[in-house]
């Protein structure tokens, strides 16, 4: 039994291989990045603004992966909300990023670069909701 789970880790079966897109990875990064105390959001592109304007949620918004057989590297572009310390949220975005993949996916993360986009003030979020509710 531990010989078949170290195989599917590898993504190597008697049965065939097993590949994981980078979609999945992104999506399981942006997950785990909204789960962080300190997270505004993530900072995309037109893209990802088109994709929640139509009411589709995109949460590899923010999120760039390299994945190889056996490794996967993230890029992460997030904004933080005012008052929060920084490295502390960064640091937790990267834990619960790299346990999230290597949990579901077998890959080894080696790497998780957090890029910091903006900062979201509290008159931010007031506005932002205001503009929904209309």
């Known amino acids: 039994m531990a010989d078949l ?3 599917l880790a590898h993504g190597d079966s008697t049965l ?6 980078d979609e999945v990875v992104s999506i399981i990064a942006g997950l785990a990045a909204t789960e962080i105390e300190g997270i505004a959001g993530m900072s995309g592109g037109l893209v990802g603004g088109i994709a929640e304007m139509l009411g589709r ?19 992460l572009y997030i904004i933080v909300k005012y008052g929060v310390r920084i490295p502390d949220v960064a640091l937790a975005a ?9 949990t579901m996916t077998g890959l080894s993360v080696v790497e998780v670069n957090v890029h910091v986009q903006g900062v ?5 979020e007031e506005k932002a909701e205001e503009s929904r509710v209309r």
């Open 5 to 7: 789970e170290k195989e």
């Open 16 to 21: 065939g291989t097993i590949k994981i897109a």
């Open 57 to 75: 949620k995109n949460f590899s918004k923010g999120v760039k992966v390299e994945v190889g057989e056996r490794e996967a590297a993230i890029d």
């Open 94 to 102: 990267q834990e619960n990023i790299k346990q999230a993949i290597e």
């Open 120 to 124: 979201n003030f509290p008159e931010d």
